[in-house]
């Protein structure tokens, strides 16, 4: 048979971590109250710019690995690799 302090701490440590997650989500609801959210215009003039700036820079990776391929092509042509 179980001795009753080991059932009551049992009890004590899982009612601790319950009470611990509640505290955690109190304070979660508590920090999202005090974030400031973006309008929808920021929102939008902000994933313009990501769009734009990874167009470009998938463009440039793009012409880069194209020219250093042809580079690298054009050498082994010349020198008789494969």
Do not use: C
Not at 30 to 41: F, I, Y
Not at 43 to 57: P, W
């Amino acid at each position: 048979m179980a001795d009753t302090t080991t059932i009551d701490s049992v009890k004590e440590v899982a009612g601790g971590r319950f009470e611990r997650f509640r505290v955690f989500l109190t304070e979660v609801r508590n920090e999202l109250k005090r974030v400031t959210w973006p309008s929808k215009k920021e929102v939008y003039a902000t994933t313009v710019i990501v769009i734009l700036t990874s167009s470009f820079f998938g463009l440039y990776l793009f012409t880069l690995d194209y020219g250093i391929n042809t580079l690298v092509q054009w050498i082994f042509r010349t020198l008789g690799g494969a």
